[in-house]
């Protein structure tokens, strides 16, 4: 697997990208256009949350026929909680675009994020169209990538490379984070081309795979947003003879497209407003999946011990206190818990007792925290970052 | 209903109280005895984090029979993940306690707050065991309510007296707070006295009705302890007959448990670490009690919410969003959000447009928020703080 650096959705053959200032913001760009000269086959993964923004609703309806040729994204208004009109204002400009590109209007995908609970301001996108399209370009990823960014600090892009039976096939993504508590953009977005041939049933299926392993496995501040999103286009130019479920070829593909994902998502994640550490939590041998899960979040979104980290203070009693608030089948003398993979409890008893030891380990920028709780053979890891006064500071003043 | 001011603990006829510093914190008060003149009824509400710290577990064990006598409590250490020997630690303490006091060890309650993972200095305390006792006395409510603080900023005390068929009944108690986020100490501790005449079962039935309906309202950070309690002692020397199960008497005992329980929860917020705001959630006409509180405590606990009030940033969209990831049932167009009475949010669609409206909202220290899912009968109310850059500064500096 080869990696690029400075490219990524316009590393794969036939995608094209642009990106401007409309005027829904102040400055800087708001307004992001990702094509791909021939129709794609399509598939997207999107917030759980019941509370959705008009073009989640819109997308998941658009991918039901499991293809796509261009998405539109806009950033300082979510479209959220906007009601009926802001569905037809989704539509208004799927349409437009569909029009303004010659494609069919069922082909286009819309994103949004920013603040929650005003209307779209259709007209400033709709009359940017014309420029957004003709702007449109083979080596513009830079741009798009830096587009996307909110209360990012860093563009968030990552392509492969892979060899699919001789063929070439390449994979490319733009990320936005959800920084770490922004009370106007808490959203995570994430578009990836590829030039693969696929299904648009198996694209569905790997991308699942790729987001459960990625996406799903960070943490900021334990909220849900209403416009969470991360879309594929596969338009098949790479030529490989189409990826067939089970297939060697298929566990390539979705390899590949993790890692592109768990990349994005690991910058998200070391972007975090305000964060001065990385911590990797994995709960190893639970009795399921869903409790691993459960415990490795339980510990992975408490202030306790995300202020611990950032404050280097060794109170590992915190984590044991997670585990047993969240529910999950163990016994207490039974389990144990690693800093740095050093043990810290074992058989319901403290195992270092200098505390400037304990300090030590918590130095490093990277954290590594493991709860063992030997009921099971099941684990699950979660990154996240830590708690510092510094992001509460930027939010708490922002308006 | 009369309320008493400057006493909690010895208001009620037998109850004796005394603390001082034994050397478990370098300074400052660290260790606290509760005491009936005559064994009392009595009765506990514990954590119901798996991983209990061992007084908890001591605790439990020594109320099965429905009595005690003498209740001990040290800060400065939480006996919590110190395996088999801190609960024969525990038990030291509880038997030297029994042994001066010349009364059943069964009757002694033990309490812990302070530092998970270190083993408790048994030594100090029951060498303190005779000045504390000897120091027994009926008006040092006070001294015992300001040695429970630890990183409180003020006593919480509360007593009230109410009329039983004639007879006069008092209850007291004193509580500490979980501050807001205390990497060392966020351990919720409440001991409550009554002289009133009335059997361990219906003292625990009515003792739950009260903690329900207070203590279990409140959230600061979300995080559940491994040690807090709530004990009740009832000694039965104000001479009322005995109080019978529904009766008028069992509900007017219970309602004023209930009002003593809601004034010591609601200072609890209060005093939350950096806390500027008091903030009371209401999910109304939901299908169940449980996704009433579920819905509740989603926006309770929220960051993005708290942040919000700490920067009177009245994104409200951030409300509707909690409620869709709280997994409750409800249809998006059929809720309506309230911010200090004013509706804000209804038909899928935002009720106020100017924003200098929606700051003035935001502007008391008492906040708001009513969330109506119209999805059901059932309420839930939660009382919580905002979150500042203040106390995570706290926090993560201590050490």
Redesign the interface.
């Known amino acids: 697997m080869k990696e690029f650096k400075n490219i990524s959705i316009t590393a794969p053959l036939g995608f094209k990208t642009n990106a401007l200032h409309c005027g829904i913001k102040k400055k800087n760009a708001d307004l992001s256009l990702i094509y791909s000269v021939v129709k794609a086959k399509a598939a997207g993964v999107f917030t759980s949350?019941?509370?959705?923004a008009a073009p989640v609703v819109i997308d998941q309806e658009q991918l039901r026929n499991g293809c796509a040729q261009a998405i539109i994204v806009n950033s300082g208004n979510?479209n959220?909680?906007?009601?009926?009109?802001g569905k037809l204002d989704a539509l208004s400009v799927v349409n437009a675009l569909g029009k303004y590109l010659e494609i069919d209007n069922s082909d286009v995908l819309v994103a949004s994020t920013g603040?929650?609970?005003?209307f779209l301001p259709v007209e400033k996108i709709i009359s940017a169209i014309g420029s957004l399209a003709e702007g449109l370009s083979f080596d513009k990823s830079d741009l798009t990538a830096a587009a996307l960014m909110t209360t990012d600090t860093f563009p968030k892009q990552a392509a492969v490379e892979i060899n699919l039976k001789g063929k070439r096939v390449i994979i490319g993504a733009v990320a936005k984070g959800a920084g770490m508590?922004c009370?106007?953009m808490?959203t995570m977005l994430c578009f990836i081309t590829t030039d693969a041939n696929i299904s648009s049933p198996l694209l569905k299926k790997s991308l699942r795979q790729a987001v459960d392993g990625s996406f799903n496995c960070i943490s900021v501040?334990?909220?849900?947003?209403?416009n969470d999103s991360v879309i594929i286009l596969a338009n098949g130019l790479s030529s490989n003879s189409a990826i067939k479920d089970n297939s060697r070829e298929f566990k390539i593909f979705t390899q590949a497209l993790k890692y592109v994902c768990v990349k994005l998502a690991k910058m998200i994640v070391q972007d975090a407003e305000g964060a001065t550490k990385f911590i990797e939590v994995r709960v190893e041998k639970a009795k399921t999946k869903e409790q691993a899960k459960a415990a490795a979040y339980q510990i992975a979104?408490?202030?306790?011990v995300k202020?611990?980290i950032?404050?280097?203070?060794p109170?590992?009693?915190?984590i044991?206190?997670?585990?047993?608030?969240s529910?999950v089948d163990?016994k207490?003398?039974k389990i144990e818990v690693f800093l740095q993979k050093k043990s810290?409890?074992r058989?319901?008893?403290?195992m270092i007792k200098d505390i400037k030891v304990l300090?030590k380990l918590l130095e490093k920028k990277d954290i590594e925290i493991v709860a063992r709780l030997n009921s099971g053979k099941f684990e699950y890891t979660v990154w996240t970052s830590d708690?510092?006064?510094?992001y509460?500071?930027i939010?708490?003043?922002?308006?």
Chains 1, 2 share one sequence.
């Open positions: 949350n019941k509370v959705k979510a959220c909680c906007t009601g009926k009109k603040i929650i609970g005003k508590i009370p106007n808490a501040d334990g909220e849900m947003s209403t979104n408490s202030l306790l202020t611990m950032a404050g280097e203070n109170n590992w009693g915190r044991p206190a997670c585990l047993g608030a529910g163990f207490d003398e810290v409890y058989n319901g008893l403290p300090i708690l510092t006064a510094e509460v500071r939010n708490t003043e922002y308006t």
